[in-house]
Nanobody
């Protein structure tokens, strides 16, 4: 059974940093995409960042490019999201997600497994 557990959320002032971590268990995830999504109050869940394999280049949503950095460790089955220069609009519940590799599948959608989410609140 696949399980994803996020940690690292919290309250931070604008301009500050947070690091989110996601630990995946239940199988080997070396052939899975691993990524982060977020959902702000009253909005739909949106893609933040993801990567296919440990040697692949991560993909980032435009609002977080240059501020967020995704990294994964296949040996530990973890994927982290370093968030710098946080803005008020980054406030959301952040979800870790994984999906099995399929040729031609989009990296930014159609994930199979999701974590419970961790709250990130950026204050002024």
């Amino acid at each position: 059974q696949v399980q994803l557990v996020e940690s690292g959320g919290g309250l931070v002032q604008a301009g500050g940093s947070l690091r989110l971590s996601c630990a995946a268990s239940g199988r080997s995830f070396s052939s899975y995409a691993m990524g982060w999504f977020r959902q702000a109050p009253g909005k739909e869940r949106e893609f933040v960042a993801a990567v296919w394999g440990v040697d692949s280049t991560p993909d980032y949503a435009d609002p977080v490019k240059g501020r967020f950095t995704l990294s994964r460790d296949n040996a530990k089955n973890t994927v982290d999201l370093q968030m710098n220069s946080l803005k008020l609009e980054d406030t959301a519940v952040y979800y870790c997600a994984v999906k099995r590799y399929t040729f031609g599948a989009p990296l930014r959608s159609r994930y199979d497994y999701w974590g419970q989410g961790t709250q990130v609140t950026v204050s002024s």
